[in-house]
């Protein structure tokens, strides 16, 4: 059994920082992708930012700049920092892996969710 589990949201003022982190745990042989989702209320879930093993990155144009994904192998762990936040990204954000379980079965995985909300 393998599970994504998400700590870091909150709520913050315009123009501040969160780092939301996510753990992988469970009988893992090997994580590929990991990235960040997030959902705002009414709309569809929406790719954030992405990183593959090797530590390439790939970010959704309204984050390019502010926000910065990164992973640790060792750990199983990603981070998302997230600066300059506005109002619009209140979202509920989702950590996201495709992992190998150690029966050597591809799945991808979904974190619980945490919120993150921005006053303005």
């Known amino acids: 059994q393998v599970q994504l589990v998400e700590s870091g949201g909150g709520l913050v003022q315009a123009g501040g920082s969160l780092n939301l982190s996510c753990a992988a745990s469970?009988?893992?042989?090997?994580?590929?992708?990991m990235g960040w989702y997030r959902q705002a209320p009414g709309k569809q879930r929406e790719l954030v930012a992405l990183?593959?093993?090797?530590?390439?990155?790939n970010y959704d144009d309204s984050v390019q700049g502010r926000f910065t994904i990164s992973r640790d192998n060792a750990k199983n762990t990603v981070d998302l920092q997230m600066n300059t936040l506005g109002p619009e990204d209140t979202a509920v954000y989702y950590c996201?892996?495709?992992?190998?379980?150690?029966?050597?079965?591809?799945?991808?995985?979904w974190g619980q969710g945490t919120q993150v909300t921005v006053s303005s």
């Open positions: 996201n892996a495709n992992i190998w379980d150690r029966t050597l079965n591809r799945r991808n995985y």
């Open positions: 990183i593959l093993s090797g530590g390439s990155t």
């Open positions: 469970g009988s893992i042989f090997e994580i590929n992708d």
